[in-house]
């Protein structure tokens, strides 16, 4: 008969809940180190494409005017004349007849001048429009239209919009002319994205106070500028806009119309210079970088069990499988690293809105979900801190509140970038963003106040302060929902951590009060008569994990070197070889390595294999228990060598002993990462 084939089957895995369960948690973890990935190339993505320093010019195509009035003459004796009172009304008459003054000084007319046509025209002034400006084109022979159709001559084209200064801290207007008489003078301003612009510096600059007295100034004088204190005064946001006259003679094909000069025939255009800068932004970039390579650094003790499991998971074998972000009340360190990782993301979230309508829409749902996450986490450290506080009532001692931190975060993540998105906040708050602040002048066009530039200089409110009632709905809502889920994955909210006590490792650890994410529950330990077993992946959510020596030679732990599969719902707790020389720490005094016959117990559920178990002269593998932040300097050599790990405990044979504080790992002794084992 042909002998039977040994070759093992490959087992199917179950979609059992726990088996799911496994990879939310791996996946889990994996996202957590991706998040910050995510940071770090957003925050160079940022840089890029200008979003910390960026200039840009924005021209005001001519197609875009709403004819305002045909109705003005202009005279150096009497400025304006003949205009329509709805005209006068836009500035004032002071500072209406100061404006036509000023514009025929800017024309070098005389008092032999034949009057010259000027049309008024409004740029902005509609329905989505926060804004409008009053132009003012001058001809020679006829009144010019707003819109014109191919070449229009002009000898003149004028922009009125309002101003504030440290010298008119209420308000003055503004009056930007390009006088086709004059020498022109070009230059060329970069821009963030796209070529340079075209400008002309020949351009005559009008302060025009309400009473019409008048101030020369610079011809790149800014009309709107503001700043945001998104975190603190040392990274600033300053936002300036200013009127420019450009050159569209590159895109003259491409539009319906466009005027040109009488003499010069440079074919002029209005624009708005629009740039900002973050001070310091360098800085923040840096520290940006370094904040988070220091969390991924300190993930990366995670991202050994992490991939550990996922391989296991893979390959279709018993894991140890645990949420960081549940492990975060234990591990504060990382927490306050993870914390500082998304604290700038207030800034980025102005950044981006500024920049909304050139790159920002691309990011400004990663703004918010980093935002989002922020919050989650520091609210996450507000609950820890509660910790510290004694309890009052003797009742309420081991006797916490539950919550699933994974749930909090992704719930957080999800509602905010939801409600953000049902209100379409991203386009409605780059539209507010030029006029949030409190306007200290308007133009008054047919009737009503348009803000034109001039605003208070406290600066704009940061969009951290605009969506904070959703942000703090968002994540409040968010924990409520993981109380809740708590309650359905686990069957309990008031955790029952008075067990921890009866056990050799949870006791060397302060059990949590008031609240928690950790899922101490008493169902998840292992009891044999009066013991209480820790399983592993209670060792690594408290913030430790186990390493074994690394030999040449092992046997196994039981007569047939089998595995407990039942041994835990997130982990297989193997017995793993022993090896033949155990290797001790450099201090272990204190530490007891007698063997126990609980090992046998735990890993067999057959009492005759236990005694049988017994009666053979194998010995148990040694774990040494160490701090998840040492886990990686406890694998890596050279890191051993200048930061040699502190041993917490060893577990023996299912028996958990306390280390003394100066006890290290050996430094010339070679360490493997293990899921290790129950511990009693």
């Known amino acids: 008969m042909a002998p039977r084939s040994t070759k093992s089957r490959k087992l199917k895995p179950t979609l059992t809940a726990d088996y799911l369960g496994k990879w939310f948690r791996v996946l889990s973890n994996i996202s957590a180190g991706l998040l910050i990935v995510g940071t770090g190339v957003l925050v160079c993505l940022l840089l890029y494409q200008g979003m910390f320093s960026s200039s840009l010019v924005y021209n005001v195509d001519p197609s875009s005017y709403m004819p305002f009035f045909r109705a003005c003459r202009l005279t150096a004796v009497t400025g304006f004349h003949s205009c329509d009172a709805l005209e006068v009304n836009v500035t004032g008459a002071a500072a209406?007849?100061?404006?036509?003054?000023?514009?025929?000084?800017?024309?070098?007319?005389?008092?032999?001048?034949?009057?010259?046509?000027?049309?008024t025209c409004v740029a902005g002034g509609g329905r989505d429009d926060g804004f409008a400006a009053l132009a003012l084109i001058v001809a020679d022979a006829a009144f010019p239209v707003c819109n014109p159709v191919g070449p229009q001559p002009i000898l003149s084209h004028s922009m009125v919009e309002t101003v504030t200064t440290l010298a008119f801290p209420q308000g003055a207007f503004l009056l930007t002319t390009f006088a086709d008489n004059r020498p022109l003078n070009v230059t060329h301003l970069a821009q963030t994205s796209g070529p340079s612009a075209s400008v002309t510096t020949s351009v005559v600059k009008t302060i025009v106070a309400v009473d019409g007295t008048r101030?020369?100034?610079?011809?790149?004088?800014?009309?709107?500028?503001?700043?945001?204190?998104?975190?603190?005064?040392?990274?600033?946001m300053r936002v300036m806009q200013s009127p420019i006259f450009m050159d569209i003679s590159t895109i003259a094909s491409d539009v319906p119309g466009y005027n040109i000069g009488h003499s010069t025939r440079w074919i002029v255009s209005f624009a708005w210079h629009k740039r900002h800068a973050v001070d310091n932004y360098i800085l923040l970039f840096l520290f940006q970088i370094l904040i988070s390579c220091v969390s991924l650094c300190l993930l990366a003790n995670d991202g050994v069990i992490t991939l550990e499991g996922l391989s296991g998971l893979v390959k279709n074998k018993p894991v140890l499988t645990y949420d960081i972000l549940a492990s975060l009340e234990r591990r504060k360190v990382l927490l306050v690293a993870l914390i500082c990782t998304f604290f700038f993301s207030p800034l980025y979230a102005d950044a981006i809105r500024y920049t909304y309508d050139i790159n920002g829409h691309h990011y400004w749902s990663i703004s918010l979900l980093m935002v989002a996450v922020m919050m989650a986490l520091s609210w996450m450290a507000l609950l820890t801190c509660l910790q510290y506080l004694p309890v009052p009532v003797t009742s309420w001692r081991?006797?916490?509140l539950c919550y699933n931190a994974p749930v909090l975060v992704y719930c957080s993540i999800v509602f905010f970038v939801v409600v953000e998105a049902a209100q379409n906040r991203g386009p409605s708050e780059a539209v507010a963003f030029w006029t949030h602040a409190t306007p200290t002048l308007h133009l008054n066009i047919a009737g009503t106040l348009w803000p034109s530039g001039g605003f208070d200089l406290d600066g704009t409110t940061p969009v951290i302060y605009?969506?904070?009632?959703?942000?703090?709905?968002?994540?409040?809502?968010?924990?409520?929902?993981?109380?809740?889920?708590?309650?359905?994955?686990?069957?309990?909210?008031?955790?029952?951590?008075?067990?921890?006590?009866?056990?050799?490792?949870?006791?060397?650890?302060?059990?949590p009060q008031y609240v928690t994410s950790l899922d101490l529950d008493k169902k998840n330990t292992i009891t044999i008569g009066n013991k209480l077993y820790c399983k592993p992946s209670t060792i690594v959510l408290l913030g430790y994990c186990t390493v074994?020596?690394?030999?040449?030679?092992?046997?196994?732990?039981?007569?047939?070197?089998?595995?407990?599969?039942?041994?835990?719902?997130?982990?297989?707790?193997?017995?793993?070889?022993?090896?033949?020389?155990?290797?001790?720490?450099s201090s272990s005094k204190g530490v007891s390595h007698h063997g126990s016959h609980v090992g046998a117990m735990l890993t067999s559920g057959d009492p005759g294999a236990n005694s049988k178990a017994l009666n053979q002269p194998s010995r148990a593998a040694q774990y040494y228990v160490v701090s998840i932040y040492s886990l990686v300097p406890a694998l890596e050599s050279w890191l051993r060598r200048s930061y040699p790990p502190q041993v917490f405990g060893v577990i023996n044979s299912n028996k958990f002993q306390v280390c003394k504080s100066n006890t290290k790992l050996e430094q010339n002794t070679t360490y493997v990462y293990s899921r290790g084992d129950c511990c009693g």
């Not at 070098?108 to 046509?117: E, Q």
């Open 466 to 511: 605009l969506l904070m009632s959703d942000l703090i709905v968002s994540v409040v809502g968010a924990w409520l929902v993981s109380i809740v889920a708590h309650k359905l994955f686990f069957g309990n909210v008031i955790l029952d951590t008075s067990w921890t006590s009866h056990n050799d490792f949870t006791n060397q650890v302060a059990p």
């Open 398 to 400: 081991h006797k916490p």
């Open 548 to 585: 074994r020596a690394k030999t040449k030679y092992s046997i196994p732990v039981d007569g047939h070197g089998g595995t407990n599969h039942n041994a835990s719902s997130r982990e297989s707790s193997l017995n793993e070889p022993a090896s033949k020389s155990d290797a001790h720490p």
């Open 96 to 119: 209406w007849t100061s404006i036509g003054h000023q514009l025929a000084a800017d024309l070098d007319l005389t008092a032999s001048s034949a009057p010259l046509f000027v049309t």
């Open 215 to 236: 101030t020369a100034t610079k011809w790149d004088q800014v009309n709107y500028a503001t700043s945001l204190n998104s975190l603190n005064r040392l990274f600033l």
